[in-house]
């Protein structure tokens, strides 16, 4: 036959081969010594055959070729196959020549066979088949299509035990004759291993793995399914490959910048928990320990609000470096974000004091000033300490657990280090119990103002009392400020707080008034309350909810506060100042006492520290400078903690203007206050003359 039946049908038609084409065409194609069946392949049966390939199929007649369910003669991997063909016909019209072994009545029967796509009478695709008795010698004859021979896929045929049966071009250009054998292109033995299992047990695998090629070892995505050789029909192993080396590149580019922290190229917080597991492993294997160091630079902040990113940046950069330098052996070091920075060292579980040594390095390498734009810039480090295994088995517990133990160096003044104990993690939780307290007891309404009177030295009359924040606690009773004022201050709790005080005194402020009483009132504030944009703001309209005047309310701050305060805290001063609100500096003299400073912010009142005046008469040269300046300033001044005659006193002869304290009276309810006012000190009018 010098034309195929398929090349025929193509170029009468002009386009798909279809059944009535075929049909149409019976008479002919009954004449031909070719056998040419269309197969079904959805319903795995053959709808028309000519008397050549009924002989072939071994069948009498059509009906009776057409009753046979053929499925039972193919394998899983020859159906999967032929769906394959079904859609490389939809999709790329495509042909395909092979040698195939066909089992009529159970005989097995080798044919070469020319296939094409066929369209049923009801639109589904079909398979028109053409085979010849003859068997051509040549690979790309007999296990070869156009498609294999010019596609980029590396596709082989393999005997069972990996032996090579073809190549198509691609694979042959891919693999020598040295790595054409399955087993020996694999880099690892392992990943050969997994395919074999998975074609044993479930006929198929897509695996990535490394392959040692003409071009040496590359990423390959290698898809390999059991099927039988066309020829032989011996079991083998269909391999498709595809070079995906350059994804893998990517995939690792990625990797790595997922892993990395951009700005100093140290490991990052999601990198950290495989750096665990392999420390933790190999220490486990030698005997060791793994410490883990949770760095928190001091003062980085300041650097980067004043000095900017820039410097910052600077800072980071040269901190990773100095903390790689301590390094040693499998030692890492990881950026958690902003100024905190984890240090991993494996040490022996006999010598825990190399711990404390590592600690060292890390306080004297990173106390050393960085040069950057001019300038020396200087940050101290706070460290924690937790160990693996005692402290923790997780990454994150022992990360969590060194936190808690940096905390504590904090606390206890910052440019030092801790080590974990399990009374932080108590301590923590019930710190945390008594966090979800104050959060309810804020909206419980428990929280009340309690007054302590000053009383100015010149009159002994109460001049002026301080609202200070009381814990009415349904359980547990009256509960003094040193339990929750510095969680408070910690969590952000203390903006809710302190306005609720503020409101409680000057709604106390107006009672008074209407009582005839007038007083001045005074209220603490912190850091935090003045670091809130619309702090002033809110004081304006507490003063305007209660009809008070703003000369009759005063708020106490920290001498530290003017000096550390941003500039949020200064913008909201002044909006004070220029409300009318009374300043009063407090616990002046255990910080920088910085009368220039003091002098800016027009400061109205200065209240010499308890421990000051604890201290007299060792500290009167102190306290005497301090009354001094304050009176050249124009400054009042209170001593607090004035807790018997003698004390009154002493600082009476100093020269102070008012004094508080038990030996005035204690802090007592709104309604004590009342009738103390309403008492024999009687009240002064609201106004008070600098001495």
Request: charged letters at 25%; one cysteine or more; proline letters at 3%.
């Amino acid at each position: 036959m010098n034309r195929s039946v398929a090349n025929v049908s193509r170029e009468d038609n002009g386009d798909a081969v279809t059944l009535s084409d075929v049909t149409d065409k019976s008479a002919i194609l009954n004449r031909l010594e070719a056998a040419i069946w269309v197969f079904d392949i959805d319903e795995s049966r053959v709808v028309w055959a000519n008397q050549a390939a009924l002989a072939v199929w071994d069948a009498t007649d059509l009906g009776e070729l057409q009753a046979r369910n053929l499925k039972a003669d193919m394998s899983p991997a020859v159906s999967q196959r032929v769906k394959q063909f079904q859609a490389d016909f939809i999709e790329h019209d495509a042909t395909f020549s092979e040698v195939w072994t066909l089992y009529p009545q159970g005989v097995p029967k080798s044919l070469r066979v020319r296939y094409v796509g066929i369209e049923l009478d009801d639109g589904r695709m079909a398979m028109l088949c053409e085979g010849h008795d003859e068997v051509v010698e040549q690979p790309e004859s007999i296990r070869s299509s156009d498609a294999l021979l010019h596609t980029q896929l590396m596709i082989s045929l393999h005997h069972e035990n990996g032996e090579a049966l073809y190549l198509n071009p691609a694979a042959r250009a891919a693999f020598d004759a040295q790595n054409a054998h399955l087993h020996s292109r694999f880099v690892r033995k392992r990943d050969f291993d997994k395919l074999l299992k998975a074609l044993r047990t479930d006929g198929q695998i897509s695996i990535i793995t490394k392959v040692a090629t003409t071009k040496g070892e590359r990423w390959h995505e290698v898809t390999a399914r059991t099927c039988h050789d066309p020829v032989s029909g011996a079991p083998s192993i269909h391999v498709s490959e595809t070079d995906v080396s350059d994804l893998k590149e990517a995939e690792a580019r990625a990797k790595s910048q997922a892993y990395t922290d951009p700005l100093t190229g140290l490991p990052n917080r999601i990198h950290l928990p495989i750096l665990h597991q392999q420390m933790t492993a190999q220490a486990e294997a030698d005997g060791d320990i793994v410490g883990v160091f949770f760095i928190d630079l001091d003062q980085f902040k300041a650097i980067n609000d004043t000095l900017g990113h820039s410097h910052g940046d600077t800072m980071l950069i040269r901190v990773a470096k100095r903390l790689r330098a301590i390094c040693e052996g499998t030692d890492k070091v990881v950026r958690l974000g902003g100024d905190e920075f984890l240090l991993l060292a494996t040490v022996p579980e006999d010598d825990p004091q190399q711990l404390c040594n590592i600690a060292g390095k890390i306080l004297d390498a990173l106390s050393l000033p960085v040069r950057h734009d001019g300038r020396k810039l200087s940050v101290t480090p706070s460290i924690g300490i937790a160990r693996w295994p005692q402290d923790g088995e997780t990454a994150q517990e022992l990360m969590k657990n060194a936190d808690l133990a940096m905390y504590q160096a904090k606390a206890a003044g910052r440019n030092r280090y801790r080590h974990f104990d399990a009374r932080m993690k108590q301590d923590q939780e019930t710190e945390l119990e008594t966090l979800t307290d104050i959060r309810e007891g804020l909206k419980r309404n428990d929280f009340v103002a309690y007054y302590q009177p000053r009383v100015d030295l010149a009159t002994n009359r109460i001049v002026a009392v301080e609202a200070l924040a009381r814990w009415n606690h349904p359980k547990r009773g009256l509960i003094m400020p040193d339990a929750f004022i510095g969680l408070c201050e910690k969590t952000g709790l203390i903006n809710d707080l302190g306005l609720l005080i503020l409101r409680d005194a000057l709604k106390q402020q107006k009672s008074w008034r209407s009582q005839g009483i007038e007083i001045f009132v005074s209220v603490n504030v912190s850091q935090r309350q003045l670091s809130s944009f619309d702090f002033a703001e809110q004081v304006q309209d507490a003063l305007q909810e209660f009809g008070c005047d703003s000369s009759g309310l005063e708020l106490e701050m920290t001498e530290t506060l003017l000096v550390e305060g941003d500039k949020t805290v200064h913008q909201n001063l002044k909006a004070l100042r220029k409300l009318g609100v009374k300043i009063a500096i407090d616990d002046f003299g255990t910080g920088y006492s910085n009368f220039s400073r003091l002098n800016d912010m027009a400061a109205d009142c200065v209240k010499i520290d308890r421990s000051l005046i604890r201290d007299l008469p060792r500290s009167e040269p102190i306290v005497k400078m301090m009354i001094a300046m304050c009176k050249l300033m124009k400054v009042s001044i209170v001593a607090e903690g004035i807790e018997n005659a003698e004390l009154e006193a002493k600082v009476r002869d100093l020269g102070c203007d008012e004094i508080q304290g038990f030996y005035c009276a204690k802090p007592m309810t709104a309604t004590n206050m009342t009738e103390h006012l309403q008492g024999d000190m009687g009240v002064e009018p609201l106004s008070r003359s600098t001495k």
